[in-house]
T-cell receptor
Framework: KNEVEQSPQNLTAQEGEFITINCSYS?????LHWLQQHPGGGIVSLFM???GKKKHGRLIATINIQEKHSSLHITASHPRDSAVYIC???????????FGTGTLLAVQP | GAGVSQSPSNKVTEKGKDVELRCDPI?????LYWYRQSLGQGLEFLIY????????KSGLPSDRFSAERTGGSVSTLTIQRTQQEDSAVYLC?????????????FGEGSRLTVL
């Protein structure tokens, strides 16, 4: 079993829909990252969370440390949101990141 | 520079040859990470530098892989006697903070193809 599990693995949505991507982890962490990777593109950091909730534009990220779970929400989704969204947890003595396998999101017009 | 710079962006090499990949982090960032992403696979941690030292080399897949960082800045990842399974995109990321990852800034990656 992977230490970081994401669901769903693939998600297709219609433009305007509210989207949720989930991340569960089994290790103790000091922080959790949400990353975005467009097809053929580089990786961009969206959020780093250690507790609570953060919002940036149409993106919202939440984390529940007790339940070892985080969610990434996209409101009013748009085709340009189509990308792979990756959850990564930071923990241990050396800040090594452990990555989920990613969620491939396709938003159709 | 304004962002994390990696070179070369693409490298095609023959099996058995050595390759060197370079990462130039954002100025002032003390933490530097190397990851790789094989085709259709997720991101795999390779090594982490804090300044010039590497507290965690646990992700290096074999002793053919080595990395160094000098002057707390540029890092090179060297793969000796490359194998076909080394083909991947090698990504570098840097972060400002010591002791905590902080926000990560990724380079565009170096795509390595071993024939």
């Amino acid at each position: 079993k992977n230490e970081v599990e994401q669901s769903p693995q693939n998600l297709t949505a219609q433009e305007g829909e509210f989207i949720t991507i989930n991340c569960s982890y089994s290790v103790g962490i000091s922080a959790l990252h949400w990353l975005q990777q467009h097809p053929g593109g580089g990786i961009v950091s969206l959020f780093m969370l250690s507790s609570g909730k953060k919002k940036h534009g149409r993106l919202i990220a939440t984390i529940n440390i007790q339940e070892k779970h985080s969610s990434l929400h996209i409101t009013a989704s748009h085709p340009r949101d189509s990308a792979v969204y990756i959850c990564a947890v930071e923990g241990g003595a050396t800040n090594k990141l452990i990555f989920g396998t990613g969620t491939l999101l396709a938003v159709q017009p | 520079g304004a962002g994390v710079s990696q070179s070369p962006s693409n490298k095609v090499t023959e099996k058995g040859k050595d390759v060197e990949l370079r990462c130039d982090p954002i100025s002032g960032h003390t933490a530097l990470y190397w990851y790789r992403q094989s085709l259709g696979q997720g991101l795999e941690f390779l090594i982490y530098f804090q300044g010039n030292s590497a507290p965690d080399k646990s992700g290096l897949p074999s002793d053919r892989f080595s990395a160094e960082r000098t002057g707390g800045s540029v890092s090179t990842l060297t793969i000796q006697r490359t194998q076909q399974e080394d083909s991947a995109v090698y990504l570098c990321a840097s972060s400002r903070y010591r002791g905590s990852t902080g926000e990560l800034f990724f380079g565009e990656g170096s795509r390595l193809t071993v024939l």
